[in-house]
């Protein structure tokens, strides 16, 4: 968004008010806990907004107030879940020093073209997309935030139709394997390459972050530092995650079943080199967007214990011991030689079909899946069938 001088004062006033509004809630609130045990209801919270002294809050669109008692709703919820689970120090929640969203749930604004309007602030103007020049879908929700870098955002959240269920998904499977040189190793052989604008920015954001450590406290130049520090970030988590979204798509798009590694699995041994780690943060994210995006193209993804995939011959099952710095499979038993990573592939995908499905040494893997992805398949598109004696 590009707010005026005078808008973005309305913006940020509005910021404040919540705030305070939010900090003058949990007061009131955790006094009521302290007296009856009790929180209070989000009923009860909107009364006190109308009753509370303190800032003006007719500058405040009612149903953005409203939402910042939800928000605070929210976190009392999660403070009596802890005390259920008996967490040794269920603290209150926080006082914020800070608040960098707010929210219309329902009404109070209008998207007319390239302007939006909001309630109680004025006429924004924004730029929608880069590609696409419209929203989708129905829009339920508006949130509006500033980000450290000092931009505005409009984020809507919208209402879609779902896909029809019938139209051709694909049929093929692949197993992926996280790499170290690599983003990723498909078991077809194709690997997903680290993108190099991403490996530049990271380049880039470490300098600067060195340059920000270097600066006066408190002076202006700290300040400019971590503007340029804060744009960076953005930038790279924007280009991270149009890379994310474009990859799970071809991969969605194209294969059925998909088989990755379980990453959430307790005791993981953590990789000693900073490129996996770095992998590793996006890769959280990758498989949950793979997800999705698969159920919605009608496959799916299986999550398999990566335990031991490098070590394990794809081919024959025999164990292959090698360190993390020898890049090939040579199986002493079958006579498999191909690169590490593909070898980890094609391993994660036997362990999505294990039991199911024979060892096969190359091709897509397909011929033994078909009878798992079927099995899927009449879950999606059929009733549930009883089995009879
Ligand atoms: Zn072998």
């Not at 209008?110 to 696409?132: A, F, P, V, W």
């Not at 005791?267 to 967007?289: C, E, R, T």
């Not at 020898?326 to 038993?333: E, L």
């Amino acid at each position: 968004m590009y707010p005026s001088k005078t808008t973005e004062k309305k913006l940020l006033d509005t910021l404040e008010i919540c705030r305070q509004t939010y900090n003058d809630l949990l007061g009131i609130s955790i006094e009521t806990y302290q007296h009856t045990g009790k929180g209070l209801s989000n009923f009860g919270m909107n009364n006190c907004i109308n009753y509370m002294g303190g800032v003006d809050k007719t500058d405040v669109h009612s149903q953005v107030l409203q939402n910042v008692s939800d928000r605070l709703g929210k976190a009392f919820q999660n403070f009596f879940r802890r005390i259920k689970e008996k967490k040794v120090k269920a603290g209150f929640p926080r006082f914020k020093k800070d608040i960098r969203s707010f929210t219309y749930p329902q009404s109070g604004y209008k998207l007319d073209n390239h302007k939006l309007r909001l309630s109680k602030i004025g006429e924004i103007n924004l730029r929608i997309g880069r590609k696409q020049n419209r929203i989708n879908g129905n829009i339920k929700t508006l949130t509006i935030k500033k980000m450290p870098s000092g931009k505005w955002f409009s984020m809507f959240s919208c209402e879609m139709k779902k896909r029809g269920e019938t139209h051709n998904f694909p049929q093929n499977s692949i197993g992926i394997d996280v790499g170290l040189e690599k983003f990723a190793t498909l078991s077809n052989g194709a690997a997903i390459e680290n993108p190099r604008f991403l490996v530049k920015s990271e380049r880039r954001l470490k300098l600067l972050s060195r340059r920000f450590s270097k600066k006066k406290k408190g002076s202006k130049e700290m300040h400019d530092s971590r503007v340029k520090l804060a744009r960076m970030h953005e930038r790279i988590s924007n280009q991270r995650h149009d890379f994310i979204h474009k990859t799970t798509k071809m991969i969605a798009d194209n294969f059925g079943l998909i088989s990755v590694e379980n990453l959430n699995i307790k005791g993981m041994v953590k990789h000693p080199y900073l490129a996996k780690h770095i992998n590793d943060a996006s890769w959280g994210n990758f498989v949950q967007i793979l997800g999705y995006k698969a159920e919605s193209a009608g496959g799916q993804v299986v999550k398999v214990n990566p335990r031991g995939t490098s070590q394990t011959c794809s081919q024959c099952g025999n164990n292959v011991p090698k360190t993390l710095a020898m890049r090939w499979h040579m199986c002493p038993a079958c006579g498999l030689h191909i690169g590490r990573d593909l070898n980890s592939a094609k391993e994660m995908l036997n362990r999505a079909t294990a039991g199911t499905a024979e060892r096969y040494a190359d091709g897509d893997g397909s011929p033994p899946l078909r009878e798992i992805f079927e099995g899927s398949l009449s879950k999606k598109s059929e009733a549930p069938q009883l089995v009879g004696e």
